[in-house]
């Protein structure tokens, strides 16, 4: 490695580079999302806030896409270690600033399935709901701290029916992070209440909903024609990703939300 690309720093200034950087990156993602909740109130578009904001090179473009909140390995686990750092040593301050990070994540996530619960009249009760994607992020079968999770386990509290769909995540993986045999013990209560597809098709057989949770490529070409024709009316879609072709969902006459856009 070329020694001029090599910083040397004593063990605590390591340590406190790596978990800041993923702490400053994930404060970007709740950031971001906080202000398409805005966006929604509002009427702004947050692609067209993030565009601008972006173009300024204080700021730049990156980690400012609207989503359903961070997941992965890292950025929960170094936000939580700097804020035991700072409680550590007795700022107080400190560790409620960086608290808040994570509570505005889980806060934006619980805000999706409020969504699908308030469009679909109140209830999704014995309605099933497709959800497309449950990686935390696309191209990978990582699902640790997946918001999917969160989305997810808050509609099953409210008694919806899910029907699952992601390109590599396990049936078996998706079970045990939504923690199903304790939450449906009868294996046919199970099999009532939650559905593994292999296609997006199949997901939607019969959904009152759709949620994209995992910004798959695939997704963004996706018939919706074809699946609004097997979805129960009238058929709703919930974009937490962005990344659906809004012109080809109307068209097919589905109800959209698209987080950021009034």
């Known amino acids: 490695v070329d020694e001029e690309k090599i910083l040397t720093t004593n063990v605590?200034?390591?340590?406190?580079?790596?978990?800041?950087?993923?702490?400053f990156l994930a404060q970007r993602?709740?950031?971001?999302?906080?202000?398409?909740t805005l966006c929604e109130a509002t009427g702004a578009d947050i692609q067209e806030v993030s565009t601008a904001i972006g173009t300024d090179t204080r700021i730049g473009k990156k980690f400012l896409e609207a989503g359903p909140g961070f997941g992965g390995s890292c950025f929960q686990k170094d936000i939580l270690n700097l804020v035991y750092l700072c409680s550590h040593y007795g700022l107080d301050h400190i560790a409620d600033y960086w608290q808040k990070v994570i509570e505005?994540?889980?806060?934006?996530?619980?805000?999706?399935?409020?969504?699908?619960?308030?469009?679909?009249?109140?209830?999704?009760?014995?309605?099933?709901?497709?959800i497309f994607g449950f990686a935390f992020k696309a191209d990978t079968n990582d699902t640790r701290e997946s918001p999917a999770i969160r989305v997810c386990n808050d509609l099953l509290e409210e008694g919806a029916k899910l029907a699952f769909y992601d390109p590599k995540v396990s049936d078996e993986q998706i079970s045990?992070?939504?923690?199903?045999?304790?939450?449906?013990p009868?294996?046919?209560?199970?099999?009532?209440?939650?559905?593994f597809c292999k296609s997006c098709s199949q997901a939607a057989?019969?959904?009152?909903?759709?949620?994209?949770?995992t910004e798959w490529s695939e997704f963004k070409s996706l018939d919706?024609?074809?699946?609004?024709s097997v979805m129960r009316k009238p058929s709703w879609?919930?974009?937490a990703r962005r990344c659906s072709d809004t012109e080809s969902s109307k068209a097919a006459g589905m109800k959209i939300w698209k987080i950021g856009a009034k």
């Open 205 to 213: 057989i019969g959904a009152d909903a759709i949620i994209i949770l």
């Open 176 to 184: 045990k992070d939504l923690n199903l045999l304790n939450k449906f």
């Open 237 to 239: 879609l919930f974009d």
């Open 12 to 23: 605590w200034s390591s340590e406190l580079s790596k978990l800041t950087s993923n702490a």
């Open 29 to 36: 993602i709740s950031s971001i999302n906080s202000i398409a």
């Open 104 to 130: 505005l994540n889980k806060w934006h996530q619980h805000r999706i399935a409020e969504k699908v619960v308030e469009n679909l009249f109140g209830t999704v009760t014995g309605k099933r709901i497709a």
């Open 186 to 195: 009868d294996e046919n209560s199970r099999k009532n209440n939650i559905i």
């Open 224 to 228: 919706w024609a074809q699946l609004s």
